[in-house]
């Protein structure tokens, strides 16, 4: 007989995986420069063997979407505008010779050349066949 659960259903953290992710969590808030909720007693933090694990979420001082609203306004600000973009298409940072450019896609040209040649020896062949074959 397969092992009965226990009432409720509910599955039990290990202590010291909680305490990994409680850290991991505070160590995300340091880096997005959020304040550490006071819901966490330091108590808790400093011998996570005497802590019991509270059923309550943890509050975080800033909400996830005004925390990815601010990113996002951070992110149009950086964005480039209509105007910023005409300008730069206007007034081009790098300019290339055509000497350059044969250099760089002389192969292209080869590619061009060698792909109609097959597509005129195409066009033969089909008139070729036009005339002799209803013969």
């Avoid at 966490?40 to 019991?52: K, L, T």
């Avoid at 509270?54 to 950086?78: D, F, G, H, I």
């Amino acid at each position: 007989m397969p092992p009965k659960k226990k009432a409720g259903g509910q599955k039990r953290i290990n202590k010291d995986v909680l305490e990994r992710a409680r850290q991991q969590a505070r160590a995300l808030e340091q880096q997005d420069g959020d304040i550490a909720d006071a819901s966490v007693p330091a108590a808790e933090s400093a011998s996570p063997a005497s802590a019991a694990p509270s059923s309550a979420p943890v509050r975080r001082s800033v909400s996830t979407a005004k925390r990815l609203r601010e990113r996002n306004e951070e992110a149009r600000k950086k964005a480039l505008t209509a105007d910023e973009i005409t300008e730069l298409l206007a007034h081009p940072t790098k300019i290339v010779t055509p000497e350059e450019l044969r250099a760089q896609y002389g192969f292209v040209l080869a590619d061009l050349r060698s792909m109609g040649l097959l597509a005129a020896a195409s066009f033969g062949v089909l008139i070729l066949l036009a005339l002799v074959l209803p013969h």
